[in-house]
Every structure is written in structure tokens, then in C-alpha cells.
């Protein structure tokens, strides 16, 4: 841990490495307490550079020795400040050797090499190589390695690293080795070992230009059953990547691992992947669609980034989205084909629209907001982001919407013919797409620079002599931190028209014909699209397939938005028409119901819930919702979409002052009428879509448990006797942890009497299966009825530890950021629980801790009252003395005016 100044490090400042490495020879001898790296490097002075010293950088390790060209290096020769060492005045061409010492079982930060239950790992993204041996550790010094591992071959039976195994034998005293290398060249952040007792899944498969690959899924013993699914994603992807982009697999041999403690959600290492459990193991039993479904996006997601990332890398961590925007749109891509059906790839793009709204617009509204290739950080590690990631993928997805499916594939070829073997730049990523299409999208660059979610205003104006109609569109975008002004950005905007008759009218426009969906470019500030030839007065559905990353503004009538969402062809728009309808409901009744105690801050529950008895949904919006949730000919899978309201979060974006028990009460309200007023249709739906016989999570069958169980929720929102032993009986009789979870849910969350005893019976049964754990603590931590003391004693449980990531999140984050209105309870103990956690957590692993920080991003939007306490728990992190960059860069930020 660090705890001089943290400094800013800003994109304008990059220069050309020093040096470059040609080859990495690394010897290991593990062992937990003490293992030695040497390590060999062949390294040339960079043309590129002016500079003459080597820098090298290096972190919680121990220098040992260091020779340079076969000398030793006495301690005149190198100076080393901070994590940086330095060799003035090298020669051109340089070995230099460095022997240096970790020690891995007590690093808590699972960043370099780790002991996770037992075993060694690592995790080099972004900056851990430092903490394994000195190294220019930065992605674009590209370098050969090869590896020597040795450990005890009782303890670690299973040597592996990246590329191919070229040798392996025994030692003495109960030691073997395994030699390993790599045949391409790869930045440090890829570098990986495992030395661990695991076992295997695995088997050859053919590749498209005729080889095979041996393909591995390594796993604790005990696990075996629970790899399949992992093992079937990893070929898909594999044939995938082949089909749709003719993207080949360049190795013989490909590696997935899978651990219990890790930060993330999975790191692709060159042909040695590295994965939280939970994004590998899944069975029946214990794991759910949402389970099943995260295993196929993430080992597709680390799978692409083998050309997205690996072969192509990136020159410097600013230009992160290069590959991970461009790599979630691949596996975005990918899980939609994997559907293969229109609605199935709309109810793809739907969840994909519900993460944006729900994560990464908070995000680019709050302190941390930061373009999609910031300008500069304190801590890489925390710029892991929404909007780099997710934002990234809609910037990504926008040139596929500009370019045409056929241009943007043209775009990628060009990109890896130029760049294969490179570390590059967002920019040239964008010059590809330009280059290969013959466009000018040196204004497109601003998603690039840009932060904020812009806002684009929709006005009409049919002209019925003329029968022309008119699209007008105004963008603007909010400032944002060291942004106060932008300029306009390039937008696809999407757009179809619905006659009366609910069809799509044919479009025309500049005399040429459009199809049902134009593609508008809109670039200026405010710009007028004039459609021709229009018979009657339409209903504009704009920004169709959620074409751009904006917020879409127009003043659209119920009785528009009905007709949308009975007929609009575009099914994301059809879903966004019910979101519109619903969130004007939740908003309305939010602001009733906070009014009723506007000034007090202990709210007065019966006031409001005398708001909630005098409350009525409204017959249109009630029917609206009835037709969807009937309508055989809809995919159960898109009902279920269009039958989930807004998050809490999502409406406590659009209030001017957040009162989340207002904001629960209204939701919970809204989901509660609709159990009693469509109770027999909810019931019919219930019956309908069941799944008996054997489980599968293909998509049809995914579809339908998810509408059941939204309908089981429903009723059990009431909560009626009936519904809640309906959903007993779920819980008892079912056959998957789909339908388990959803009916414990559904019990713990409908307050059942049988809920604790539910809630112990689940824990037995699955205690030994961490996951599943995992899950026993999140609906616990995020049940409206528990609260901070409930957390509190939660975590007193035998099973509970911070020193776990994904218990961590399951219980303190899911608490903090899934539970609003515990955590902002009145008197602020959510909040002061929150400081306590931040700072505990960070002296073990200040990754983890940085991100529970950020769920205090948006404290300026609550009352006075509540913002003084929050006020208070930022400022006690913030005085803590001795605070990791991740958590200080967070806490500043937000306290920051
Ligand atoms: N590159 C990884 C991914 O695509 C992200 C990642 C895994 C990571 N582990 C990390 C990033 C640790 C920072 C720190 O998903
Ligand atoms: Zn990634």
C-alpha cells in the first residue's frame, strides 16, 4: 500500500518506452511464504525514444540481486523511487537479470501472485506484473516469454502458463517443474501462471483450418460436475469467432481456470484464462439462467479478446475501451447469435439497454464520470467501468449501425491487417472503420473524448396538405466533471413511423426511399429531418434497436405510447413504450407519496401509506400491461421484459430530490396492484410456462421461467396466502436453483411467515457450495426488511468473510448499493456502516474496497439531511491516514465540488 500523494497521470503525457523487451526468461520456486522470480530479459533501446535510461517498475517485492550485461549492479548504479527503478545511461543492447522475492500468501489484493484456498494464481491486468518481478510494466513493451516453474508436486501437482508446455520433470525433494512458452509476443498484463491441486475437463477440437486444439477447463476437485457448460461456451465461441469474423483460435492448446478469489469477473491471459468460479461453474442444481447465461457472455467475452486485446493490445491503459468496449460488443454479439431468433436478439438488447440506464448513466451523471477514453486517472484500476466497458460497447455498436453490418466487417479486417501484433490506439481503431469505408468520422471522435450522456430532443410536425413530416432533434449534453461544455455529437438516430393501423408507413426522404427504419445522422446541435409522402399523421418510434447511448426526450402521449407498445415493429422500442407508461406511474406516485413529508426526514410511514390507499393504477395502464402479459404470440421472454418495471434506481435518476422509501413504496405498490388486478391472468401465465422434464438453458426455456417467476413475484407482492403457498411449493418441489431462488425470493421478499425457516433449510442444503452461499447472503442483504444491525449480525455467520471478494459483494455491497432503503436510513447508520467497511476492506484488498466506495457516488441528490451524514462518511474515509489510491482517487472525486 501506498501512502505518499497519489499522483494524477494524464493521456497527454505519454512518451515512447524507453526500452523494448525481446525476450522474458522467468524462473519461479513457489512457495507461499517465500518465492523467488529471476528473471531474464533481453531488452534494445527504443528507436522511438529519446531517453536513455531503462525504467523499470516494481511493487511490494524484494530486490534480491540485479546484473546488467553479466555484471551485478552494485546500489550507485540504479536508484529506485517509489515503484520505479531506474538505470541511467544503458547501453543500446541489454540481458539484465533480477532475481527478486514475494510473498504470496500474505497478498491479500489478489493482484500478482496469490494463494487462493491453497493454490497459486495470478492476476497481471492491469499493473500486477510489477508485483512479481521489476519489469517495464506497461502494454506497449510487447516481449517472447518462457517460463520455468518449480514447486512441491504433492501440494501443486499442476504446473500451467501461457502457450505451450515444452517440457516437465522431477526434482528433488518432492519438487517437479514444467517449462512453458509462449510463441507470441504479448504485453506483461497477460502473463499468467497457475500452480494449484486441480482437476480437468477437456478435449480436442477441430479447428476450421483443420487443426485441433486441446481445449481444458481446470477446476477443485469436486467440481468437475459443473463444467460442462463453460466447456460448450468455449466452443461456441470458438466456432463463433470463426464464423462471424473469420478470427481463428492461433494456439494448440487453450486454458480456463477457474477461483474462488478473484476481483473480477475473468482475465484473458494468452491461452491460460483465468476465471471467478462464477463465471465457470454451473450446474442444475446450483446454478441460474442469469448463472448460465454470464458463463457463456464471459468465456466468450475472454475468448474475443484474444484477437480484441491480446493480438492487438493496447498502446496505454487510456485506451482501455479499445479493447474492452470492442470486446463486450463481440460477446454481445455473440450471446445474440447464440439465440439466433429476432426477439431473442431484442431481449438481448433490451438487457443490455437496462445495464446502461441502470449503472452506466448514474455513472456519466455522478463524480467519476470520464469519457469512454479518459483523459486521466489516479488509479488505472479504477477505470474498470461502465462506461468503458459498456458505454465502450455502444460506441462500438454505433459504427456498426453508421458503417452497415458488411462495412463494419470490412473495418475489423482492415483494423488486424494493420495492427496485428501492435499495441495501438482508440484512434486507430476509428481510422480503420474510416479508412475501410471510404468516411470522414473525425467527428465521431467525440464519444470518444466526450463525457456525459447526451440528451436528444424529439420534435414533431405533420403538415397534412403537404403530407410531409417533420423530425426535429436537438442534442445537448450535461456538463461534466473538467468538461463544462460540449460539442455536438455524431448520433445515429434510428427512426420509424407507425400509421394508424399500428404498421410501419414506408419513409422517404430526400425523395429517396428509406425502407420502415431510417438511420438519421444526426451532427449538429439542432437539425430538422423531413420525411415525404406521408398519408396521415404518424407515431414517431425514435432511436429504434436503442440505436445510440443517449437519452431520448419527446412528449409522447399515453395514447401514443399505447399504440407503440401494442404494435410497434422494433421490439426494443415496443419494451421502451412500457417503460415510458410505467415510469410516468412510479414517478408520479414517488413525488405523492415523498410529499406527504417533504420537510422531515424520519418519514411518516402512515402518511404515506395512506397516499398508497387512496392510489389506483389507472385502467390504461393496467390494460396495456394486460395484453402484453397474454399475448400467446409474444416470446414469454420479451413479456417478461415488458412486464418489469424500472429499477429504484432508475427512477431515482429522474427525481430531483432521491427519497428511496418513497421510491420503494411506489414500486412496490405498482408491482403489488398489478398482482391483484391481473391475478388471473398471472396465475394462467404461471401454469403456462412451466418447464417440466429435464432442465435446459436454451433461450425458449430461460423465456419462460423468467415470465413464471415475474408473475410469482407479482402475486407474491400482495401478499396474499395463497400466492405466498404457491410459491412455497415452487420452493419445495423444484428441480433447478432457477426456480429455487426465485421462490425463496419471492418468500423472503414477500415477508412469508415460513421465510426464516425457508431460508435455513436452503443454507443446509447448500452450504458446502460457495456460490450458491453467495446467493443465500444477497437475499438476505437485499430484502427491504433487513437492516444495518441485521447486516451486522449477518456477518458474524461462520460462512461470512471479507477476505472473499464475492462473499464480500454478496452481503456489504449488495447491502449498500441493493438495499436503498435500509442503507439510507434516516438516522445515517447505513452510511457510517458503509465508512467502516470501505476502510476495513481496503487494508485487504483495496480493488474490492474502491468499488464499495462508489456507492456513495450520488450523495448529492438526497435531502439536506441525508446528505449530511453521507457528507460525514465520505469525509471519515477520506481522513483515514493510511488509504489505497483506488479508495482516496473515489472518495476525493466525489467529495470534490
Ligand atoms: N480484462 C478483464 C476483462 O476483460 C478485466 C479484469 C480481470 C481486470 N481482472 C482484473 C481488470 C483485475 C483490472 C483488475 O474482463
Ligand atoms: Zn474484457
Request: proline fraction near 6%.
Given at each position: 500500500m501506498r501512502t505518499d500523494t497519489p499522483q494524477t497521470i494524464y493521456r497527454k503525457d505519454y512518451t515512447a518506452p524507453s526500452y523494448l523487451v525481446d525476450t522474458v526468461e522467468l524462473g519461479f520456486d513457489l512457495d507461499p511464504a517465500r518465492t523467488i522470480v529471476a528473471n531474464r530479459m533481453t531488452m534494445q533501446r527504443n528507436p522511438d525514444s529519446s531517453r536513455r535510461d531503462i525504467e523499470l517498475y516494481g511493487e511490494d517485492i524484494e530486490l534480491v540481486t540485479i546484473r546488467l550485461n553479466g555484471k551485478t549492479l552494485d546500489e550507485g548504479a540504479y536508484a529506485i523511487e517509489g515503484s520505479?527503478?531506474?538505470?541511467?545511461?544503458?547501453?543500446?543492447?541489454?540481458?539484465?537479470?533480477?532475481?527478486?522475492?514475494?510473498?504470496?500468501?500474505?497478498?491479500?489484493?489478489?493482484?500478482?501472485?496469490?494463494?487462493?484456498?491453497?493454490?497459486?494464481?495470478?492476476?497481471?491486468?492491469?499493473?500486477?506484473?510489477?508485483?512479481?518481478?521489476?519489469?517495464?510494466?506497461?502494454?506497449?513493451?510487447?516481449?517472447?516469454?518462457?517460463?520455468?516453474?518449480?514447486?512441491?508436486?504433492?501440494?501443486?501437482?499442476?504446473?500451467?502458463?501461457?502457450?505451450?508446455?515444452?517440457?516437465?520433470?522431477?526434482?528433488?525433494?518432492?519438487?517437479?517443474?514444467?517449462?512453458?512458452?509462449?510463441?507470441?509476443?504479448?504485453?506483461?498484463?497477460?502473463?499468467?501462471?497457475?500452480?494449484?491441486?486441480?482437476?480437468?475437463?477437456?478435449?480436442?477440437?477441430?479447428?476450421?483450418?483443420?487443426?485441433?486444439?486441446?481445449?481444458?477447463?481446470?477446476?477443485?476437485?469436486?467440481?468437475?460436475?459443473?463444467?460442462?457448460?463453460?466447456?460448450?461456451?468455449?466452443?461456441?465461441?470458438?466456432?463463433?469467432?470463426?464464423?462471424?469474423?473469420?478470427?481463428?483460435?492461433?494456439?494448440?492448446?487453450?486454458?480456463?481456470?477457474?477461483?474462488?478469489?478473484?476481483?473480477?469477473?475473468?482475465?484473458?491471459?494468452?491461452?491460460?484464462?483465468?476465471?471467478?468460479?462464477?463465471?465457470?461453474?454451473?450446474?442444475?442444481?446450483?446454478?441460474?439462467?442469469?448463472?448460465?447465461q454470464g458463463i457463456e457472455a464471459v468465456v466468450g467475452h475472454e475468448y474475443f479478446h484474444n484477437w480484441t486485446g491480446n493480438r492487438v493490445t493496447c498502446r496505454d491503459w487510456f485506451q482501455l475501451s479499445l479493447k474492452e468496449g470492442l470486446t463486450v460488443f463481440r460477446d454481445q454479439e455473440f450471446s445474440a447469435d447464440m439465440i439466433g431468433t429476432d426477439t431473442g436478439r431484442a431481449v438481448t438488447r433490451i438487457d443490455q439497454v437496462r445495464t446502461l440506464r441502470q449503472a452506466q448513466f448514474p455513472e456519466d451523471a455522478g463524480p467519476m464520470a470520464h469519457p469512454v477514453r479518459p483523459d486521466s486517472f489516479v488509479e488505472i484500476n479504477n477505470f474498470y467501468t461502465v462506461t468503458v466497458y459498456e458505454k465502450g460497447a455502444e460506441v462500438v455498436r454505433m459504427y456498426q449501425t453508421l458503417l452497415g453490418r458488411e462495412g463494419f466487417r470490412k473495418g475489423m479486417d482492415l483494423y488486424f491487417a494493420r495492427h496485428d501484433g501492435q499495441a495501438v490506439t482508440c484512434d486507430d481503431f476509428r481510422m480503420a472503420m474510416a479508412d475501410a469505408n471510404g468516411r470522414d468520422l473525425t467527428q465521431f471522435e467525440r464519444w470518444y473524448s466526450q463525457a456525459g450522456t447526451p440528451i436528444v430532443q424529439a420534435e414533431t410536425r405533420y403538415d397534412e396538405a403537404a403530407r410531409t413530416y417533420e423530425l426535429r432533434l436537438i442534442q445537448t449534453c450535461p456538463a461534466t466533471p473538467g468538461q463544462p461544455e460540449k460539442l455536438p455529437f455524431?448520433?445515429?438516430?434510428?427512426?420509424?413511423?407507425?400509421?394508424?393501423?399500428?404498421?410501419?408507413?414506408?419513409?422517404?426522404?430526400?425523395?429517396?426511399?428509406?425502407?420502415?427504419?431510417?438511420?438519421?445522422?444526426?451532427?449538429?446541435?439542432?437539425?430538422?429531418?423531413?420525411?415525404?409522402?406521408?398519408?396521415?399523421?404518424?407515431?414517431?418510434?425514435?432511436?429504434?434497436?436503442?440505436?445510440?447511448?443517449?437519452?431520448?426526450?419527446?412528449?409522447?402521449?399515453?395514447?401514443?405510447?399505447?399504440?407503440?407498445?401494442?404494435?410497434?415493429?422494433?421490439?426494443?422500442?415496443?419494451?421502451?413504450?412500457?417503460?415510458?407508461?410505467?415510469?410516468?406511474?412510479?414517478?408520479?406516485?414517488?413525488?405523492?407519496?415523498?410529499?406527504?413529508?417533504?420537510?422531515?426526514?424520519?418519514p411518516n410511514a402512515s402518511a404515506r401509506t395512506a397516499v398508497l390507499e387512496q392510489m389506483n393504477l389507472d385502467e390504461v395502464f393496467v390494460q396495456a400491461m394486460r395484453a402484453i402479459l397474454v399475448d400467446e404470440s409474444l416470446d414469454p421472454a420479451f413479456r417478461e421484459q415488458a412486464l418489469l418495471l424500472p429499477t429504484e434506481s432508475m427512477i431515482a435518476d429522474q427525481m430531483d430530490v432521491v427519497d428511496p422509501l418513497a421510491i420503494h413504496m411506489a414500486r412496490q405498490f405498482v408491482r403489488a396492484d398489478i398482482g391483484v388486478r391481473l391475478r388471473a391472468e398471472l396465475l394462467a401465465q404461471y401454469q403456462a410456462n412451466e418447464t417440466p422434464g429435464e432442465y435446459s438453458p436454451d433461450a425458449a426455456s430461460i423465456g419462460k421461467r423468467a415470465l413464471k417467476n415475474l408473475a410469482l413475484s407479482y402475486l407474491c407482492a400482495a401478499p396474499d396466502a395463497e400466492s405466498l403457498a404457491l410459491a412455497e411449493r415452487?420452493?419445495?418441489?423444484?428441480?433447478?436453483?432457477?426456480?429455487?431462488?426465485?421462490?425463496?425470493g419471492a418468500l423472503v421478499h414477500g415477508r412469508a411467515p415460513v421465510a426464516p425457516d425457508a431460508l435455513q433449510r436452503f443454507y443446509d442444503e447448500f452450504q458446502s457450495e460457495a456460490l450458491v452461499v453467495d446467493k443465500w447472503f444477497m437475499m438476505q442483504a437485499t430484502a427491504p426488511t433487513t437492516d444495518v444491525a441485521t447486516v451486522r449480525e449477518l456477518m458474524k455467520h461462520p460462512a461470512f468473510t471479507l477476505r472473499n471478494p464475492n462473499r464480500a459483494r454478496s452481503l456489504v455491497a449488495a447491502f449498500c448499493t441493493g438495499n436503498a432503503v435500509q442503507f439510507h436510513a434516516p438516522d445515517g447508520s447505513g452510511y457510517a456502516f458503509w465508512a467502516e467497511q470501505v476502510i476495513a476492506l481496503d487494508a485487504l484488498n483495496p480493488q474490492v474496497a474502491s468499488r464499495l466506495a462508489r456507492a456513495m457516488d450520488r450523495w448529492r441528490r438526497y435531502s439536506p439531511a441525508l446528505q449530511e451524514h453521507m457528507k460525514k462518511a465520505l469525509q471519515q474515509v477520506a481522513g483515514q491516514g493510511k488509504l489505497s489510491n483506488d479508495v482516496r482517487e473515489v472518495v476525493s472525486k466525489a467529495l470534490a465540488n
Open positions: 520505479i527503478l531506474r538505470i541511467p545511461d544503458a547501453p543500446d543492447s541489454v540481458t539484465l537479470e533480477i532475481e527478486t522475492i514475494c510473498v504470496p500468501e500474505s497478498n491479500t489484493t489478489l493482484s500478482g501472485l496469490y494463494v487462493s484456498n491453497g493454490n497459486f494464481y495470478t492476476q497481471c491486468e492491469a499493473e500486477g506484473f510489477r508485483r512479481i518481478t521489476y519489469f517495464p510494466d506497461r502494454p506497449d513493451v510487447m516481449a517472447k516469454y518462457m517460463v520455468m516453474l518449480r514447486a512441491d508436486k504433492e501440494k501443486f501437482p499442476v504446473l500451467l502458463s501461457n502457450g505451450n508446455l515444452v517440457e516437465e520433470g522431477e526434482l528433488p525433494d518432492g519438487r517437479h517443474y514444467a517449462k512453458w512458452e509462449d510463441p507470441f509476443k504479448k504485453p506483461s498484463y497477460l502473463f499468467a501462471l497457475v500452480a494449484a491441486r486441480l482437476v480437468c475437463q477437456e478435449e480436442q477440437f477441430p479447428l476450421a483450418d483443420g487443426r485441433t486444439a486441446l481445449l481444458q477447463v481446470w477446476v477443485e476437485e469436486g467440481n468437475l460436475d459443473k463444467t460442462d457448460y463453460a466447456m460448450q461456451s468455449l466452443k461456441h465461441s470458438i466456432r463463433w469467432d470463426e464464423e462471424r469474423w473469420d478470427l481463428e483460435l492461433d494456439l494448440d492448446r487453450f486454458m480456463i481456470v477457474a477461483v474462488g478469489d478473484f476481483n473480477m469477473g475473468a482475465m484473458e491471459n494468452k491461452g491460460l484464462n483465468i476465471f471467478n468460479t462464477k463465471f465457470v461453474l454451473a450446474n442444475p442444481r446450483v446454478a441460474t439462467d442469469i448463472d448460465f455524431h448520433i445515429p438516430v434510428a427512426v420509424g413511423l407507425l400509421g394508424k393501423d399500428g404498421r410501419d408507413l414506408p419513409l422517404v426522404i430526400d425523395g429517396q426511399p428509406k425502407g420502415s427504419t431510417a438511420v438519421l445522422e444526426l451532427t449538429e446541435a439542432d437539425q430538422t429531418f423531413v420525411f415525404s409522402d406521408v398519408p396521415e399523421q404518424p407515431t414517431p418510434s425514435i432511436l429504434r434497436d436503442f440505436s445510440a447511448p443517449v437519452i431520448l426526450k419527446h412528449g409522447y402521449s399515453d395514447a401514443e405510447l399505447v399504440h407503440l407498445f401494442n404494435h410497434d415493429s422494433d421490439p426494443v422500442n415496443r419494451w421502451e413504450a412500457g417503460q415510458r407508461l410505467a415510469m410516468a406511474r412510479l414517478l408520479k406516485l414517488a413525488s405523492d407519496i415523498a410529499l406527504k413529508n417533504p420537510a422531515a426526514d424520519a415452487q420452493f419445495d418441489e423444484a428441480t433447478n436453483m432457477t426456480d429455487r431462488a426465485a421462490a425463496l
